[in-house]
């Protein structure tokens, strides 16, 4: 069965440091892949997708992710952390007509 | 733009009861849906709408209804709430028609907490 897989709940990371969040996919065809950010009491919102072409996809607030359909993965980094990405981030993709959300990763940055 | 708007934000009921959340978008989207979020298990997909007039399953339907009152509207309703379905439940829309759209990316209201006592 299809799936994406979210690696750690919880990730924690100082202010100013790497923010790296695991997503996961399976499936045998390459799906279209997406990352949302729901910041506190609202809804979800789009921070980067691929679709086909260049693989490091640039999203917003200096967000990034690499699709590598070797490792058949697409994890989200960010070079340097903010207070204000503290947020829960969800890996998505669509295929076959579908579209399925990881479990989320629940961002806290610190001083 | 508002975007996505749902009705009511908060909703405590009782075993038995039922109610309609409302949802409505302004971007002029053919395609509609309705989420529910619970704790480590991300976003489900309750039923969706690919364009004005149809309604399809989507993973959890059992317990609701969907009505497709227009382009701009998609109601979920509750026929007689269980504790089960208490949860925050976000109703979602999008420009091209259905999932089948491999690219298609969803504007999310600012969800409906649901509590069911």
């Known amino acids: 069965a299809q799936s994406v897989t979210q690696l750690g709940s919880h990730v924690s990371v100082s202010e100013g440091a790497l923010v790296l969040l695991r997503c996961n996919y399976s499936?045998?065809?390459?799906?279209?892949l997406f990352w949302y950010v729901q910041y506190p009491n609202q809804g979800l919102q789009l921070l980067l997708k691929y679709t086909t072409g260049a693989t490091l996809v640039k999203g917003i607030n200096g967000f990034e992710a690499e699709f590598k359909k070797s490792e058949t993965s697409f994890h989200l980094t960010k070079p340097s952390a903010h207070m204000s990405d503290a947020a829960e981030y969800f890996c998505?993709?669509?295929?076959?007509?579908?579209?399925?959300f990881g479990t989320g990763t629940r961002l806290q940055v610190t001083l | 733009n508002a975007g996505v708007t749902q009705t009511p934000k908060f909703q405590v009921l009782k075993t038995g009861q039922s109610m309609t959340l409302q949802c409505a978008q302004d971007?002029?989207?053919?395609?509609m849906y309705w989420y529910r979020q619970d704790p480590g298990m991300g976003l489900r997909l309750i039923y969706y709408s690919a364009s004005e007039g149809t309604t399809d399953k989507g993973e959890v339907p059992n317990g609701y209804n969907v009505s497709r009152l227009n382009k701009r509207e998609f109601s979920l309703r509750l026929e007689s709430a269980a504790p089960s379905q208490t949860s925050v439940y976000f109703c979602?829309?999008?420009?091209?028609?259905?999932?089948?759209?491999?690219?298609?990316?969803?504007?999310f209201g600012a969800g409906s907490r649901l509590t069911v006592l």
């Open positions: 979602a829309s999008s420009e091209r028609p259905g999932l089948s759209s491999g690219a298609n990316v969803l504007t």
């Open positions: 971007m002029n989207h053919n395609s």
């Open positions: 499936s045998s065809v390459p799906p279209y």
């Open positions: 998505a993709y669509t295929h076959a007509s579908k579209l399925t």
